[in-house]
Antibody, heavy 121, light 112 residues
Framework: QVQLVQSGAEVRKPGASVRVSCKAS????????IHWMRQAPGRGLEWMGWINPNTGGTNYAQKFQGRVTMTRDTSIGTAYMDLSRLKSDDTAVYFC??????????????WGQGTLVSVSS | DIVMTQSPDSLAVSLGERATINCRSS????????????LAWYQQKPGQPPKLLIY???TRASGVPDRFSGSGSGTDFTLTINSLQAADVAIYFCQQYYSTPFTFGGGTKVEI
């Protein structure tokens, strides 16, 4: 079955960086975009950007420009999200999701299980 | 960016009764070229990722019970849960995927 499995929880100090991975299985990795979202404790969902695993092309939300980098390794079907210069309000659960694009976007489905990133001094 | 506004923030419904959740977008998410509304509904239970329930505003995702239904077009949408079950206790989000950045409603917590 189609599945996205994310890496485990991370704890970082302010100013540090973090990498979250998202391993895809059950479908052709390069045929679908990977989008990244986050959800701060008790808060709603925030879209961070996407990567096209076929080309490596990316598009980031303006809020994260300069701090986020999305990459992929097609040989192992894994996407990565790096976030730098972490602040306490980056504490959140980070999700990846598979999204189809064929002239227009499709809904996000499925989602990874989520990765908690905690930022604290 | 398209702003998604959900109401109510929370909702208490008796078992077997109906729950109705509303979502409004700040601009139309209806694409004229295919006459589809780029609007989805998700269900999120504690400690779990969002699960796709409804897409194109009214199409149920695979395996979703038919007590869940979506309606609306343009800027105003509704998620209806008929005959509420205990398993339906969750937070429900709407999302527009008409354009990036994808944006989400603030969520509606459904309780018994």
């Amino acid at each position: 079955q189609v599945q996205l499995v994310q890496s485990g929880a991370e704890v970082r100090k302010p100013g540090a960086s973090v990498r979250v991975s998202c391993k895809a299985s059950g479908y052709s990795f390069t045929a679908y975009y990977i989008h990244w979202m986050r959800q701060a404790p008790g808060r709603g969902l925030e879209w961070m950007g996407w990567i096209n695993p076929n080309t490596g092309g990316t598009n980031y939300a303006q809020k994260f420009q300069g701090r986020v980098t999305m990459t992929r390794d097609t040989s192992i079907g894994t996407a990565y999200m790096d976030l730098s210069r972490l602040k306490s309000d980056d504490t959140a659960v980070y999700f990846c999701a598979r999204v189809e694009y064929n002239g227009g976007w499709h809904p996000s489905d499925p989602w990874g299980q989520g990765t908690l990133v905690s930022v604290s001094s | 960016d398209i702003v998604m506004t959900q109401s109510p923030d929370s909702l208490a419904v008796s078992l077997g009764e109906r729950a109705t959740i509303n979502c409004r977008s700040s601009q139309s998410v209806l694409y004229n070229f295919n006459n589809k509304n780029f609007l989805a509904w998700y269900q999120q239970k504690p400690g779990q990722p969002p699960k796709l329930l409804i897409y194109w505003a009214s199409t149920r995702a695979s395996g979703v019970p038919d007590r869940f239904s979506g309606s609306g077009s343009g800027t105003d949408f509704t998620l209806t849960i008929n005959s509420l079950q205990a398993a339906d206790v969750a937070i429900y989000f709407c999302q527009q995927y008409y354009s990036t950045p994808f944006t989400f409603g603030g969520g509606t917590k459904v309780e018994i």
